[in-house]
Every structure is written in C-alpha cells, then in structure tokens.
C-alpha cells in the first residue's frame, strides 16, 4: 500500500504570504566593538618614544686649520666640525660603505666600536633614497649607544621619485 502525502500547499487555495523580512543591523552592537577595541590599542600602544634622539643642525669645515675650531659654532645655531675628524658612511639598502668597503648592517656595531677606538666622534651619514627609516633609526642609535653623538645626515644626490 502506498501513502500518498498531500503537497504542502494546495493547488488553488492562494493563502497571503508573510512579507520576507529583511535583516535589521544594529549598529549599536558594532560600535560598542570598535570601542572596546580602539581603548584595547590605546592602552596597549607605548605613548612614550621608544628612545629619544637629540637632533640638531651641523655643518663640516675644510680640515686646513684656519677659522673656527671645533665645536665652534657657525652662526643661526650651527656647529662646525672638522672634516678630518669626520667618517663618512653611505647607508646604502643593503648595508653601509665605509672607507670604500662595504659592510652588511649586522656589522654595524664592530664598525662603531671601530671608531669609538679610533677616537672618531663625528660621523656623517650620506643616505641613499631607497633606504628604510628603520635602518637609519638602527645606524643613530647603535652609534649613540657607542658615544658616537655628533652625527650628520645627508642626502645623497641622485633621482627623487
């Protein structure tokens, strides 16, 4: 025997459908969320500076010994420095050159303690355009951290994009 069940809806019998209904978003609970997660960042973000670097305008004399001496300044809050008392680096994407020789950014802390041995104090720092801020942060405090303080940086000349 076989059971026959009737079709959910009767053909002809036209009953009134229910309206769908849309879903209502409620935005009060998705604000409450950004606002529990914007106080979370604030309080777990460090308002202070990671470390704080004295920054100031510097110019290089000729090395001939006539005029200023050291640390003498050059008017407008400009300090002199020699040049022969002056390494250059280049800081390059890859790593720094020094002297001609090219080093690898890991390096950096053997080239500072090979400074501070020479008695170097003063260094200026020529930087290409493509270099990360994050590497020029690491070469000033690596050298600050030797006793290095009286760093320069200088763009070096080529394209601007």
């Known amino acids: 025997m076989q059971v026959v069940r009737p079709p959910i809806r009767p053909p002809g019998l ?3 459908r229910r309206p769908r209904r849309r879903g209502v978003f409620a935005m009060t609970a998705l604000a409450d969320v950004l606002f529990q997660l914007l106080i979370f960042f604030m ?4 308002l202070i500076a990671y470390s704080m670097l004295p920054l100031r305008s510097g110019a290089i004399r000729d090395g001939g010994g006539k005029g200023e001496s050291d640390g003498a300044t050059g008017g407008a809050g400009t300090t002199v420095t020699d040049a022969s008392a002056t390494a250059v680096w280049t800081l390059n994407p890859d790593g720094i050159t020094a002297s001609g020789q090219h080093f690898a ?9 090979a400074l501070a041995a020479q008695g170097t104090r ?3 720092v020529v930087l290409r355009p493509e270099v990360p801020v994050q590497d020029v942060v690491t070469v000033l405090e690596t050298l600050s951290a030797h006793g290095i303080d009286a760093v320069q940086i200088a763009e070096a000349p080529g394209d601007r994009r």
């Open 14 to 16: 036209d009953l009134p």
């Open 43 to 46: 309080l777990s973000a460090s």
């Open 105 to 113: 950014l890991p390096r950096l802390t053997a080239l500072a303690d």
């Open 122 to 124: 003063n260094v200026l």
